[in-house]
């Protein structure tokens, strides 16, 4: 069994994004990323404040709009538009979740897809399932960064993805799909997930049920990928996967914590720093598709 140590990944590509930053500052070029945080909700401060972190190790500049849970969503959109409007800022992150009276979908559509360093945005999305560069979302992306640096071939493997989140699963099905692999999406309507996951070569899971893969849930031999964070009552953190029992089945297995959760902060960075490096190229993709809504809007 090889541990697949996300933890270790991410700084070698934060290491490689702050030696580009100093490239790009050289000649007058410093990414920038802003971050919303609406709210009280203690691990999303957590989040931001990591994201802010790291942001500084790499030389980004970054900035944090923090508002009340009361504020209006009219309120949002009118600062996201500021930061469309702002050549300083190269990426955009809405800290999810949003307070219930906030319509998570408008919003995301509101940022700059030039600037949707999450991915979230529905253009992004429809250029990841056409297999066009795109702005992907990070765990998906970061899931597999993790395979191309421990070499796990994916042409022709049969990979279950556990959770058919638009922030995870269907974007996770759509790269797994774009590298030849045979994917199936399970979800909660899903009646007999062990039959899917048994047959799996890889398995990949992302919904927020602590230990829900059991070790007769995957064959021998299999690759496991957490991508859950879930903090038990005793403060531990554990994912998704019951690894005590399930790593000694698997060729490959991530822990939690230090697997994928780094990766998704590092795909961030490399997101805002890819948005920094071709500004001109995603301005004129964002330019075409405001022209689309217009037109679609006019009729």
């Known amino acids: 069994m090889i541990l697949i ?51 500084k190790n790499v030389g980004f500049y970054s900035i944090v709009h923090k508002m ?9 959109i009118e600062t996201i538009e500021m930061m469309n409007n702002n050549p300083r800022i190269d990426g955009i992150l809405v800290q999810l979740p949003l307070p219930k009276h906030i319509d998570t979908t408008k919003i995301l559509e509101v940022i700059d897809p030039a600037k949707d360093v999450d991915g979230f945005h529905p253009y992004n999305m429809g250029r990841i399932v056409e297999n066009l560069d795109a702005f992907a979302p990070c765990t998906p992306v970061g899931v597999m960064e993790m395979f191309k640096e421990y070499n796990i071939e994916l042409e022709g493997k049969d990979v279950c993805v556990v959770g058919a989140s638009n922030i995870v699963g269907k974007p996770m099905a759509a790269l797994l799909l774009n590298a030849n692999a045979t994917v199936t999406v399970t979800h909660i309507y899903t009646k007999d997930l062990s039959s899917h996951t048994k047959k799996a070569d890889i ?28 903090r038990l009552e005793s403060g531990k953190l554990v994912g998704d996967v019951d690894f005590e029992n399930v790593a000694s089945k698997c060729s490959y297995i991530t822990p939690v914590p230090g697997g994928v959760g780094p990766m998704t902060i590092a795909m961030l960075l490399q997101n805002t720093l890819k948005a920094a490096k071709g500004r001109t190229k995603w301005k004129t993709f964002y330019i075409s598709y405001t022209i689309f809504q217009q037109v679609g809007l006019a009729q």
């Not at 009340?68 to 949002?76: G, K």
């Not at 899971?205 to 964070?229: R, S």
């Open 68 to 76: 009340p849970d009361t504020i209006s969503q009219q309120e949002i």
């Open 203 to 230: 398995i990949i899971v992302g919904v927020g049920v602590p230990g829900l893969i059991k070790a007769n849930m995957v064959k021998e031999g299999a690759i496991v990928i957490d991508i859950g964070i879930n």
């Open 5 to 55: 140590d996300g933890k270790k990944l991410s700084k070698k590509i934060e290491a490689n994004i702050k030696t580009e930053v100093e490239e790009l500052k050289a000649n007058g070029v410093v990414p920038g990323l802003a971050v919303i945080l609406v709210g009280d909700d203690p691990a999303s401060h957590t989040y931001v404040s990591m994201k802010e972190k790291s942001c």
